[in-house]
Every structure is written in C-alpha cells, then in structure tokens.
C-alpha cells in the first residue's frame, strides 16, 4: 500500500456547482452510486439525498485518514447507504460486475495517470457499470491556476476521452460546472445512444463548456 496516495487530502467539492453537477449525474432513489478516490467523502454526502435510504453508496479511496474522516460523517448523520472503505482501485474495486448505475471519479484521473494506474482503474469502471450506467469524470480545466494541480498534469476534455476510448467508454457530453471543473459523462459503448438520437457510431457533443474547451457542433465519426 501508498503510504501517501497521490493527491490525498484534497478536496474539489467546494469548487463545483454540485447542484448542477447532481443534476447530470442522474441518480434517483434507489441508485447505486460509486464515489472513486473519494477523499473524505464529500461528493457521496451530498449524493446521499439523491440516493436515499433505498439506495447504496460505496466511498472508496486508499487514505485511511479520509475513509476514517468519512465513517465518523456518517455515523453522526445516520447516512447508513453510505459504505466507506479503505481500496486501492488501481487493485480492484470491490464491488460485484455490473453493480452500479453511476460512478464518479472527481479530480483523480490526472493522479492515476500520473502513478500509471488509469488503465487498471478504467479497466474495474468498466466491469462494474451496469450495462446503462454512467462514469462522470470530474477534471480541473486546463488552464493556469491555483488552484489545483500543476498544468503540465491537468487533463483536457479531449485527453480524458482518448483515455477513455479503448476501454469501450463513449461520450455523452462535457459541460461546465465551475469556474475551475468541468464535467465529461460517459456510457458503455454497447449501450450508447447519444441525446441526437445516434448510436456511438456518431456522437452528438454539446458545445455548453468554455472557450478553449469548445467542441464543434458538427458530429464526428469515432
Ligand atoms: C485530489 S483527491 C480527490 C478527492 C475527491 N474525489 C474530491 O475531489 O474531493 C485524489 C484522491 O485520489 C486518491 N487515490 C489516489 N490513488 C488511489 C488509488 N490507487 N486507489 C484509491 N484512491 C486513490 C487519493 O487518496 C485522494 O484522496
């Protein structure tokens, strides 16, 4: 194990629109939710009224001191769908195939990439997706800051698809949530049907992110 993962104590939460967030993200009552490389837990919180009691949420993350931080949240507010645990993803997600309807990973991608671990990781994302479900990438955009990540890490829309690409994860959209954040929604190429109305043949993209960020209108073959 990581004595110090990489990008452990940070957090993003406070930067995004979370309602605007949630929004795309879906989740009804019921859902099942993963929060990968969650920190201290803040997204599956705020995920937790989405979800409901019906629901489940797992919190995975590889920083005891964030799980830890998590569990104590929980117990205090009584949020038993939430289940945080201690994971190295890059290892395994623990979760069953086919399991969860949508999984977040917010402000970790650059970090895996980093440590080499995105394919394995992407690799457990796409097993544990149930066939309709959704990834949502979280990135910091890619311009100067503080805050966040130095450039020379920070992914664009356009590099996280790429990554994305060959573990059979197509894009839905990429939209702003946040003046530093934007969000890319992904399915499972089997069962992508773009909001145009085509299959993942021919993607739609949305042009609702900021100049430098801005897809064309026109559609383009995969
Ligand atoms: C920048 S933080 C983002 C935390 C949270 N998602 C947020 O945005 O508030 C990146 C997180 O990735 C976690 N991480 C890095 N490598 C990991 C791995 N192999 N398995 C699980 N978590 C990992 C770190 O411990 C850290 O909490």
New binding site residues.
Partial sequence: M?D??????????DLVDAGKLFQALGLRAGSTFL?????????ALEAADYVTAEGIIYA????DQ?IETLKSEVRARGLEQIRPKV?????RIPLEDHAANVC?????LH??LR?G?HDA?LQEIARVLKPTGRLAV?EFKKMAGPPG?PMVVRLSPEEVEKLLRPHHLVLMRTMDIGQHHYLSLFQLEDNAESECGHNSQVRCRESSVTPGYRYSAEQRRA
């Fill in positions: 990581k110090h993962p990489t990008g452990a104590g940070a957090s993003t939460f929060d990968l490389a969650c920190g201290r837990g803040e997204y995975l993350d590889l920083w964030g994971a190295d993803i890059s290892k977040l990973i917010a402000s970790a970090d895996l440590d671990d990781v979280v990540p």
